[in-house]
C-alpha cells in the first residue's frame, strides 16, 4: 500500500510537469525570458542563447503539488494522521520543512533568474547577496529541526553515524557544518546544471534512490517525496534534454539543491548524503581546484574549462554522452549508499 503512493506522487509530478511546458516554454518566449550565454563557456553553446530560462519553475510546480497532495493522504489513508507519534511529528516537520527550504532556494534561484534577465546579462545577484540569501535559508530549516528535535526529547541530533564505524557527537558545532554543506550542496548543484538534461538527469536518479533507501528506513513520507521529485525531473526531461527547449535556471538547480538537502537530512544519512551527491561535489571541487591551479602556477589550467562537464565537452564528448556517464556514476554511488544504509546504520 506505501508503494502505491511512491507511484501516485511520482505520475501526478510527471503529468503537471511535462504538460506545463505545453504552456510555460510559449509563454517564457513570449516573456523573452532567454538565457544569455558566457563568452567563456564553449563557443558552440552561443546557438543556445535564447532559450527560454526559468523552466525550474515547471516542476517545483509539479513536485510540490503532488508533495502536498499525496502526503498527507497517506498519513489519512493509512491511519497515521490520528496517532501522531514523536517519530511522526518529526519526519512530518523535516518533510514540509525540507519542502519549504528547498521552495525558497527556488525563490532566490527566480531572483537571480530575474535580475539577469532584466538586464540581460549573466551576473544577476553578487556572490555576497547570493551566500547571505542562502544561509538564512538553511539555518531557518536548521532551526526548525533543532525545535522539533528538542521538543521531542531528541539526545542525538548533532551526532553523524560514519559506515561501520559508529557515530561521533559534533555538539553545537554539527549546526554550522550543516549549514555549510547544505549551502556547498546548494550551489554545487547549480554549477552542474551547464548543459542540456544534465542536471534532471543527475538529481532523477539521486531522487529514485533516495525513494528506495527512505522505503527501506520506513520513512515512507520521505520516500513520497523523493517520487514526487523523481517525477518532476523526469517531466522536465522531456523538455530539457538535448536539445533543451528549456533551461532551468537557478530558480530550478537551487530547488533541486535544497531538496537534495532534505531529502539527506530527512534520513539523518549524512554520509549518504555525501556520496549520492558525489557529482555536484566533483563539479564544484573542479572549479575550485582549476581557480587554485591558476592562481599558483601563474595562468596554468588543470582542466580545459571548469566546471568539469565543459571539459568533457571540450575533449570531444557529446552533451548526451556526458549526461549518461554522470548519471551512471549517481547510480555507482547510489548503489553504494544503499549497501551502507542496510549494513552499517
Not at 525540507?98 to 540581460?120: N, P, R
Not at 566546471?307 to 556514476?329: D, Q, R
Request: proline letters at 2%; one cysteine or more; a positive charge.
Amino acid at each position: 500500500m506505501n508503494g502505491i503512493w511512491t507511484v501516485v506522487a511520482a505520475i501526478i509530478s510527471f503529468a503537471i510537469t511535462a504538460i506545463l511546458g505545453k504552456f510555460m516554454i510559449p509563454f517564457l518566449h513570449k516573456l523573452k525570458y532567454g538565457q544569455t550565454i558566457l563568452e567563456i563557456g564553449p563557443v558552440w553553446h552561443n546557438k543556445k542563447q535564447g532559450t527560454p530560462t526559468m523552466g525550474g519553475i515547471m516542476f517545483i510546480i509539479g513536485t510540490v503539488l503532488s508533495a502536498v497532495i499525496c502526503i498527507p493522504l497517506y498519513y489519512i489513508i493509512s491511519g497515521l494522521a490520528g496517532k501522531q507519534t514523536i517519530e511522526t511529528a518529526v519526519m512530518t516537520t523535516k518533510i514540509f520543512a525540507g519542502l519549504c527550504m528547498a521552495i525558497l532556494f527556488g525563490a532566490a534561484g527566480f531572483l537571480d533568474d530575474y535580475t539577469k534577465v532584466i538586464k540581460k546579462q549573466n551576473k544577476g545577484l553578487s556572490p555576497r547577496q547570493k551566500l547571505i540569501l542562502q544561509f538564512a535559508i538553511a539555518i531557518a530549516y536548521l532551526l526548525c529541526i533543532y525545535i522539533v528535535e528538542s521538543r521531542n526529547g531528541g539526545k542525538n541530533i548533532t551526532s553523524v553515524s560514519f559506515p561501520f564505524l559508529g557515530s561521533l557527537n559534533f555538539g553545537f558545532f554539527y549546526w554550522i557544518i550543516s549549514a555549510v554543506v547544505i549551502v556547498g550542496i546548494v550551489n554545487a548543484v547549480n554549477l552542474n546544471d551547464g548543459i542540456d538534461g544534465l542536471t534532471s538527469s543527475v538529481t532523477f536518479f539521486a531522487s529514485i534512490f533516495y525513494m528506495v533507501i527512505s522505503s527501506l528506513l520506513g520513512m515512507f513520507g520521505l520516500s513520497i517525496l523523493s517520487a514526487a521529485l523523481a517525477g518532476g525531473c523526469l517531466g522536465f526531461l522531456i523538455w530539457n534534454f538535448y536539445p533543451a527547449k528549456v533551461f532551468m535556471g537557478d530558480t530550478g538547480s537551487l530547488f533541486l539543491g535544497g531538496m537534495i538537502c532534505a531529502l539527506g537530512f530527512g534520513t539523518n544519512l549524512h554520509i549518504v548524503l555525501i556520496l549520492i551527491s558525489f557529482v555536484y561535489i566533483l563539479e564544484m571541487f573542479s572549479v575550485i581546484l582549476q581557480v587554485l591551479y591558476f592562481k599558483y602556477t601563474h595562468g596554468k589550467r588543470l582542466f580545459k574549462m571548469s566546471p568539469i562537464h565543459h571539459h568533457f565537452e571540450m575533449i570531444g564528448w557529446s552533451e548526451t554522452k556526458i549526461c549518461t556517464v554522470f548519471s551512471l556514476a549517481v547510480i555507482f554511488f547510489g548503489v553504494i549508499s544503499f549497501i551502507f544504509s542496510i549494513y552499517a546504520f
